[in-house]
């Protein structure tokens, strides 16, 4: 099972991101490679690429099972339960079942891979992830030949999730990914950030991230997963077509109706901090960009 970890960035990424690197990584970096003092060196050695810092990446959130604002999710979250905790896998699988977090980690091997996060909001975050990949997940259970698509739902429980008392979006929240999608090595099941648990806020126990796609489509609290023959329905774009498409590509030359795509401002650069370029497909464009051959990025979007 165990895979190796081939899509972080190497030293040869750096370049090209270099509107990524904070001021005393470039510093350093203009000072002779290898010798960056970061405070966290495992993202500097392997990338080039600060995270941002825990307080950070758990205090500023979207959750609107628990409200739409930012600090919400670090305020209200705590009243979701996660334990005991299980997925449902169904739909086009061989084997069919609930499955428990214990039995699914039991079979899966987790990594670390610092990722680039890009919300469709125009913010941005780079975060240590801990967890494995979802083509594991979806081998453990049998991909069946008909599948083409992979729906997914996040837990719904109104008296432990005060937001899903508005009708903001059509509880509980769903989201989809093609099958080449949610196969990819790049797709990660997360269960860790830094080393320690996700929280709450960000998702916990178990959640979807999708590091080239906008953030919406990373599925918190994660409590089925269906293989489908057709396109599974997604909630921002139910709630907007016109504004969210299936795809959600993050893509700097496709605009938001109603703004630019084409910078983002990198949440905790302080109050100086400058908008940063946006990259296509997050900057994993390498790695992703031949799904999408042959495809009008701007009608799929
Ligand atoms: N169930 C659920 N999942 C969700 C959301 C949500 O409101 N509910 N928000 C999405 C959006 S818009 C973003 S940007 C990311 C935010 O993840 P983070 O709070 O861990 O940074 O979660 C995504 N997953
Ligand atoms: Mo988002």
Same mark, same amino acid.
Do not use: C, H
């Given at each position: 099972?165990? /895979?190796?970890?081939?899509? #972080?960035? +190497?030293?040869?990424?750096v370049t090209p991101y270099g509107a990524f690197l904070n001021r005393r990584q470039l510093l350093a970096g203009a000072a002779g490679l290898g010798l960056a003092t970061a405070a966290r060196p495992v993202a500097a050695a392997a990338e080039g690429l600060e995270p941002n810092s825990w307080e950070e990446i758990t205090t500023y959130n979207n959750y609107y099972e628990f409200g739409t604002g930012k600090s919400d999710p670090a +305020? &209200?979250?705590?009243?979701l339960t996660t334990q005991p905790w299980s997925v449902t896998i169904d739909g086009l699988v061989d /084997?069919?079942? #609930? &499955? +428990?977090l214990e039995q699914i980690l039991g079979e899966m091997?987790? %990594?670390? /891979?610092? &990722?680039?996060?890009r919300c469709v909001e125009a913010w941005s975050m780079v975060i240590p992830w801990n967890g494995f990949e979802l083509a594991d997940l979806l081998e453990m259970a049998g991909v069946q030949d008909g599948a083409k698509y992979v729906a997914f739902e996040t837990v719904l429980r !109104?008296?432990?999730?005060?937001?899903? !008392?508005? *009708?903001?979006? #059509?509880? *509980?929240?769903? %989201?989809?990914l093609r099958l080449d999608e949610a196969m990819h090595p790049l797709t990660l099941m997360a269960t860790g950030i830094y080393d320690r648990p996700v *929280?709450?806020?960000n998702g916990a126990p178990i959640r979807l991230v999708v590091p080239w796609k906008y953030g919406y489509k990373s599925i918190k609290s994660i409590v089925r997963i269906t293989l489908t023959e057709s396109e599974p329905p997604t909630s921002w774009n139910k709630a907007n077509a016109r504004e969210y498409g299936f795809y959600s590509n993050v893509n700097p030359e496709v605009s938001h109706p109603r703004w630019s795509q084409a910078t %983002?401002? *990198?949440?905790?650069?302080g109050l100086f901090a400058r908008r940063q370029p946006t990259l296509m497909f997050n900057g994993y464009q390498d790695e992703v960009a031949a799904m999408y051959d042959g495809m009008d990025l701007s009608v799929y979007h």
């Open positions: 099972m165990a /895979r190796r970890w081939k899509n #972080d960035l +190497s030293a040869a990424d +305020s &209200y979250a705590y009243m /084997r069919p079942g #609930d &499955y +428990s091997t987790i %990594e670390q /891979r610092i &990722y680039r996060f !109104r008296e432990e999730m005060p937001g899903t !008392r508005y *009708p903001i979006l #059509d509880w *509980p929240y769903v %989201e989809g *929280p709450n806020q %983002e401002r *990198p949440i905790g650069g």
